[in-house]
């Protein structure tokens, strides 16, 4: 009697192998890994203490600003304002305390309430006042990088001693980092164990199944935007405290690098994924490939292409990934 013969159903034939399961969830992390290795290869200079303290130190701006990003993409919006409003957020500080003379721990908590209440008008204007998402970050980039200018009369201000503590190192270790690594926490604590970040996700998802469900969408949009200002003013005063003053010019471009930091971690644009441990991993990636090429003699205008084929292979993934519906 011949036994019979069974059949694997065509979903369960169909699944990836698991390490193809496992490199396309974590394709950042594969691609720093080799780009780690090649690095190690190409230059005995990569993997040395010193260079990889530069490396964290170099990743922990955009780390910071990027994981503000990473609440605004996870809710399917886009923030275009971080970097003058992390200029803001500094030279704010800095102008209170060399001009007004207010005590220095005041004047950090001022460039952070700055950044916060940049965020939160931000946020209002997109879900009360209709505006989209782009156009009203944009007009926030140009209205906070002009404050920054107007406080400064475009020259530095010495930032307080008490910012100034966030650029120097402890025991051999960089506050830039350890501001990062908080960050980093933060970010993950409110998406992964708060009814918030867990609406942020139900918002990206669907919105309008997210307003049926009985969420406040529109407050957790202001308080997205109001997150994303506050990460953006801390990477501001971090900055600031590297160089013990505040410059006008602070954070330039920055939104960019932090929208591929959150991109590369493996964040749909489209909204609804999204998660702080990719977005670290995006923002190392992004240390690394310049730290490396600059190692390596690899000219600036070369360091962009290469960073924008790194942004295009992390969509690929992300297309991939929902093609075989992981």
Same mark, same amino acid.
């Given at each position: 009697?011949?036994?019979?013969t069974t ?8 699944k ?13 992390l ?8 090649a690095?190690?290869i ?6 040395t ?8 130190i170099?990743?922990?701006?955009v ?9 605004v993409i ?5 923030? +275009? /304002?971080?970097?003058s409003? &992390?200029?803001f =957020?500094?030279?704010s500080? %800095?102008?209170?305390? !060399? ?7 005041l004047t950090l908590?001022?460039g ?6 940049s965020?939160?008008?931000c946020?209002?204007a ?7 998402a782009?156009?009203?970050t ?5 209205i906070a990088?002009?404050?920054t200018l107007?406080?400064s ?12 503590v966030?650029?120097?190192s402890y ?7 350890v501001m ?21 996700y139900?918002?990206?998802g669907?919105v ?13 949009l202001?308080?997205?935007?109001? +997150? /994303?200002?506050?990460?953006a &003013?801390?990477? =501001?005063?971090?900055?600031? %405290?590297?160089?013990? !003053? ?7 471009g ?10 590369i ?11 702080a441990s990719g ?7 992004l240390?690394v490939i ?16 290469v ?5 295009a292979?992390a ?12």
């Amino acid at each position: 009697m011949t036994s019979p013969t069974t059949t694997v159903p065509a979903s369960k034939s169909a699944k990836p192998h698991p390490v193809l399961h496992w490199m396309l969830n974590n394709g950042a992390l594969v691609g720093l890994i080799i780009l780690c290795v090649a690095l190690f290869i190409a230059t005995p200079h990569f993997l040395t203490v010193g260079n990889l303290i530069n490396v964290g130190i170099q990743a922990a701006t955009v780390a910071i600003l990027a994981f503000g990003m990473t609440f605004v993409i996870v809710a399917a919006g886009i923030d +275009l /304002s971080v970097g003058s409003v &992390a200029a803001f =957020g500094g030279m704010s500080s %800095a102008y209170f305390f !060399s001009e007004v003379g207010l005590p220095g721990p005041l004047t950090l908590v001022i460039g952070l309430l700055f950044g916060l209440l940049s965020g939160a008008i931000c946020g209002i204007a997109i879900a009360y006042g209709r505006l989209p998402a782009f156009i009203a970050t944009l007009a926030m980039m140009s209205i906070a990088r002009g404050a920054t200018l107007v406080i400064s009369q475009g020259a530095p201000i010495p930032s307080a001693p008490a910012v100034n503590v966030l650029g120097k190192s402890y025991f051999h270790l960089p506050m830039p980092i350890v501001m990062m690594a908080l960050a980093g926490l933060c970010c993950w604590f409110i998406l992964s164990r708060t009814v918030i970040g867990r609406s942020m996700y139900a918002i990206g998802g669907n919105v309008e199944a997210a307003r049926l469900s009985g969420i406040p969408v529109q407050r957790i949009l202001v308080i997205v935007y109001s +997150l /994303s200002g506050l990460f953006a &003013a801390l990477a =501001g005063l971090v900055i600031t %405290a590297r160089l013990s !003053s505040a410059q006008p010019q602070t954070a330039l471009g920055y939104e960019l690098d932090a929208i591929a930091a959150v991109v590369i971690g493996g964040a749909s644009l489209a909204g609804g994924t999204g998660k702080a441990s990719g977005t670290f991993v995006g923002a190392i990636l992004l240390a690394v490939i310049r730290n490396g090429l600059n190692i390596l003699n690899v000219s600036s205008f070369w360091q962009q292409i290469v960073i924008g084929l790194v942004i295009a292979v992390a969509v690929g993934f992300d297309v991939i990934r929902n093609k075989t519906a992981i």
